[in-house]
């Protein structure tokens, strides 16, 4: 299969890894952990804020291939093959929210009467009918303003102004599925602009001296320990009612540190120069590993009810758990491409 014009082989497993990353998130949480469970701990502060790498990568592509950029045929594109597919696939969460009998929490009271018709059009302009899903409404801004982001693209912006926004991004933590779409888009701009400006110095990233890269790496270690053992808290949204009463700004270590990471992993994957099948296929399905992987994971929620409805995680069972998640997803993709071998990116994005 010959590779499209463009094609950056460590950008693909970069991508491949971070899907990896998200569906791990999402494996995390969908069960219960022993009390005090240091391992529990550590995954927290290895995944948590995994978004970062997709914007980061978003970003990245964005200004690699601005040279190919005209905005009606760009928008056009997003709106077939991240627009539709996100549509297609809320379709199911959608009906059992709208017909569920008690309204969900996040459903506004004043919502809550009216026409099924608008309390869909809100699920589907918040994310809110499942959980990933707020992702699609915050990106979709920043292709609205694509335009804008490319007047941005000079040197002097990132050499004078980009240091500032990205400081000051260290200090928002309010985003996804608990917080609002504009708070997600405050929370990753500095990372987006972030991915396009290592796009644009990316040889001087690549090359990297490597004493640097194992600063940078020290730094991503020690901040990691100090979250696991409670000395740094992780800034998160936890519920609803947490985020109504939580400030708005804090320090966010984690942001910084998974920031950090994504300079580790572009460096990383262009030293290494190696193909991997697993990151090469997590790549070239990510896009419908994200549509359908919770829908997965909640089929093995409501399985494990009926066989172990006492189950919990541990070290062992989450990396089974996540392996299995990111299998069956693969497969549930592949399946749509052999139906629809013409139509699966407007169904499912791949």
């Not at 890894?17 to 219960?32: D, E, K, P, T």
């Not at 804090?250 to 990471?261: E, G, R």
């Not at 190696?274 to 093995?300: E, M, N, P, Q, W």
Request: glycine residues 6%.
């Amino acid at each position: 299969m010959s590779r499209k014009e463009g094609y950056l082989n460590y950008i693909h497993l970069f991508r491949g890894f971070a899907i990896l990353i998200i569906v791990g998130i999402h494996c995390r949480i969908s069960f219960r952990w022993p009390e005090d469970s240091i391992f529990k701990d550590i995954f927290i502060t290895l995944l948590d804020n995994g978004t970062v790498l997709f914007v980061f990568i978003a970003g990245f592509l964005f200004q690699y291939l601005k040279g190919k950029f005209e905005y009606s045929s760009y928008l056009k594109r997003k709106a077939k093959y991240v627009v539709l597919p996100y549509i297609i696939a809320s379709i199911p969460a959608i009906i059992i929210d709208l017909y569920s009998s008690v309204p969900p929490v996040w459903m506004p009271e004043n919502l809550v009467d009216l026409p099924k018709i608008i309390q869909a059009l809100y699920m589907l302009a918040t994310g809110k009918h499942l959980g990933p899903f707020w992702f699609i409404p915050m990106i979709i801004i920043f292709y609205i303003i694509s335009p804008l982001l490319l007047k941005l693209d000079r040197p002097a912006f990132y050499k004078y102004i980009f240091p500032v926004l990205f400081i000051a991004g260290l200090f928002t933590y309010r985003f996804g599925f608990f917080s609002n779409t504009i708070d997600s888009f405050i929370h990753y701009l500095p990372v987006y602009i972030f991915g396009m400006g290592s796009a644009r110095y990316r040889k001087g990233l690549i090359n990297l001296k490597t004493s640097w890269a194992v600063l940078l790496g020290a730094i991503y270690c020690i901040i990691a320990v100090l979250e696991v053992i409670n000395v740094i808290d992780i800034p998160k949204l936890s519920s609803f009612e947490e985020a109504r009463i939580a400030p708005y700004l804090a320090f966010n270590f984690s942001k910084l540190k998974v920031s950090l990471l994504c300079i580790i992993l572009l460096r990383g994957f262009y030293v290494l120069n190696r193909d991997s099948a697993i990151l090469k296929a997590l790549g070239d399905y990510s896009f419908g590993i994200y549509f359908v992987h919770l829908y997965v994971i909640t089929a093995c929620e409501m399985a494990m009810a009926q066989i172990h409805p006492d189950f919990k995680l541990g070290p062992l069972t989450f990396l089974f758990y996540t392996m299995l998640v990111t299998v069956l997803s693969i497969v549930a993709v592949i399946a749509v491409k052999k139906v629809f071998p013409k139509y699966s990116r407007l169904l499912i994005g791949s």
